[in-house]
Nanobody
Framework: QVQLVESGGGLVQPGGSLRLSCAAS????????MGWYRQAPGKERELVAR???????NSADSVKGRFTISRDIAKNTVYLQMNSLKPEDTAVYYC????????????????WGQGTPVTVSS
């Protein structure tokens, strides 16, 4: 089994910062892509940022220059440093892992965390 657990969400004022963490656990050999998605009320889930095991990144235009994604490969952990937060960043943030290879050389299905809420409000 593979499980993703997020932490770090909460309430923050506009202009503030938060750092989200997501740790994958289980019989994992490697994870090709780990990233963050978010879903605001009444909107579709959207990509925030993702990073491959080799260091390649993709991010939404709306967060470029403000959010930074990083990974600790050895710990199967991904982080999202969020600075200069805006009210429109308010959403539930979900961790995602794709291309998961298990210790017995099988590919595990794409996995999602249960989400951590981020609210940006004064």
């Amino acid at each position: 089994q593979v499980q993703l657990v997020e932490s770090g969400g909460g309430l923050v004022q506009p202009g503030g910062s938060l750092r989200l963490s997501c740790a994958a656990s289980g019989s994992i050999s490697s994870i090709n892509i780990m990233g963050w998605y978010r879903q605001a009320p009444g909107k579709e889930r959207e990509l925030v940022a993702r990073k491959t095991v080799s260091g390649g990144t993709n991010s939404a235009d709306s967060v470029k220059g403000r959010f930074t994604i990083s990974r600790d490969i050895a710990k199967n952990t991904v982080y999202l440093q969020m600075n200069s937060l805006k009210p429109e960043d308010t959403a539930v943030y979900y961790c995602n892992a794709d291309g998961i290879r298990t210790l017995d050389n099988r590919y595990y299905p794409r996995s999602w965390g249960q989400g951590t809420p981020v609210t940006v409000s004064s």
